[in-house]
């Protein structure tokens, strides 16, 4: 069977992004294709999706099929849950520990200027979007907090340097003047296994 054709199967179908080696390792052993192969075919699935609804994107996992940023907000009436709303004080805690990262609970505070809620770092923490990157050789040892691949493929992008500037944001600094922000996501296409596994719980 044409490599692109199952690729394309296997990326459809995952409830997760892939890399090119996972990819590979889902193929029979005597039957793998080289990892060039799989990129190849990668390379060509999202040329074939470039003028469609739905596109094949490279997040910091892997890749993943979703629609397309513009649509989401279509698509999403689809479905009864809303946007995660997040306070000021999450968001501008996260913000600091993407910027300044490895930044410990202290960093943040003196940035922010008042304390930080250990609920805050806790809900980044089980979110996945943060994670203890080392401890500081200072008495105390405190944490030190990095963003994770989970943080990148929420925002949709693959590294940090993808991130907007601190101008950039200085300039959209009136959207927080909202008690709280809404954040979306592109939204994963998935299979109708899926969805009716989802359904059934």
Aim: charge should be negative; hydrophobic fraction near 35%; proline fraction near 6%.
């Amino acid at each position: 069977m044409e490599i692109k054709r199952v690729v394309e199967a296997i990326l459809f179908a995952a409830n997760r992004p892939m890399t090119c080696k996972q990819v590979q390792q889902v193929f029979p052993e005597i039957e793998q294709p080289e990892l060039d192969d799989i990129q190849a075919a990668i390379g060509a699935i999202q040329e074939d999706y470039r003028l469609r609804p739905v596109e094949l994107k490279q997040v910091a996992s892997g890749y993943r099929f979703q629609v397309r940023k513009e649509l989401s907000r279509w698509v999403s009436r689809l479905f009864e849950e809303k946007p995660p709303k997040y306070s000021r004080a999450l968001l501008e805690t996260l913000a600091i520990i993407a910027y300044r990262q490895p930044a410990t609970r202290g960093d943040i505070e003196d940035i922010r200027g008042v304390g930080v809620s250990s609920s805050i770092i806790h809900t980044l923490l089980e979110r996945e979007w943060i994670r203890v990157v080392a401890h500081k050789e200072v008495p105390g040892r405190p944490a030190l907090y990095g963003t994770t691949k989970q943080f990148l493929d929420y925002f949709n992008i693959t590294a940090l340097n993808e991130l907007p500037t601190l101008q950039e944001i200085q300039e959209l600094g009136a959207a927080f003047e909202h008690p709280s922000i809404e954040t979306q996501q592109p939204m994963q296409v998935k299979s109708e296994e899926q969805k009716s596994t989802e359904q059934s719980h």
